[in-house]
């Protein structure tokens, strides 16, 4: 029979970093963040709660408030000769409880498709799967430029805001806080949540949608007249150097897709020339921009179909590499949500 375990719960400290560091650089099979994100996540205000068992650290977890009354559950993790005794459960508990008393209505988490032990873990505690969100991965090298500059479709804008109109007629800026409002009623049909993947996700709204504009993270692609035809939210570029290819590389999210296909397609063009001139700059360090949708977005068709068309274009395209997809569908995530109760 197993020995039962006296686990505390309390919250974290500067001094659990070398222990969360420890037990977790083999997380996953490229080790973890989290032991890089620990300090960090103290020093910005969050919840962080640790489990202790016999004096010492064995389980983490980081609740953050990323809008008013949204709670985000991030980093959740056991050490692994302690899993499966009920430490996440009582981890989950307290930030439940936490994020009730700092007013927060909602709590949500991301989970990988295949992660199975957590979404276990979420489902036995009552949380509601309430969203899909498929990644996409788009090779820049592949989709930009095009061609030679007498091309057609060449496109030689590297710059965001360069006000100038691309090749598709449309130009791709920044969203201007002041216009969000005529970026809601385009974004409302097709987008419920706004974030990224590897950050965080909150309800999309006319507030939100506004403060993501005003932080610079909103593009939008405009006709000549003006009018905003298709909008994104596109992520700081980082650069990854534990990923499965073993070799640094410069990425950057790009999600919560709105608008016409012809505009979706001009900013996904638009970020991939600017990721790859920075890449460019860097060295040459290969690059992946990666958009994701969520499921029951109309934008997941768009993007599909302007995958056929740019797969099939590079196909044709003689002086690509050819077999070599410019976009293809890459992960699959899952967004869970918790009630906390007053609407
Ligand atoms: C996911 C993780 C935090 C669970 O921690 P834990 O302390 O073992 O979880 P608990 O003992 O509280 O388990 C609670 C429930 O989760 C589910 N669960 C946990 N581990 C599971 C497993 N290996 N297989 C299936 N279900 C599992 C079960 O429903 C379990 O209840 P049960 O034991 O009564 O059947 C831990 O496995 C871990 O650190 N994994 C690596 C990091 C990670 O994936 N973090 C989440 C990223 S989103």
Redo the contacts with the bound molecule.
Sequence with gaps: MEETLDVLIRRGRLDDEPHIREFTKH?FRFGDYVGDAFAGWLESGCDVWIAEAGGIPV?VVCVDYPAPREAWFQG???HPD????????MLTETCIKGARERGAHVAR?I??SD????I??V??LGFRQVAEIIEFDVYPELLIPYGKKDEPDYQPHYELDCGRYLTSGLAVTRLNPSDAPEAWSLAKNDVRYIGTCYGQWISLSPDTLQRKAAEGYIIVARTESREIVAGALLDDWYEDHDNERGRPELEQEMTSFFGSVRGIRALLHHAAAVLYAEASKRGGIPCRLRPSVEKQSPALEKIRQIAMVENARREASPAKRQGLPVIETGDVMLLWEYPLGKK
């Excluded at 992660?115 to 957590?118: A, F, I």
């Design positions: 997380t389980g959740m993790r056991v302690y899993r499966r005794r009920g430490i996440a459960t988490a989970i990988d992660n199975y032990r957590s276990g873990l489902t036995s």
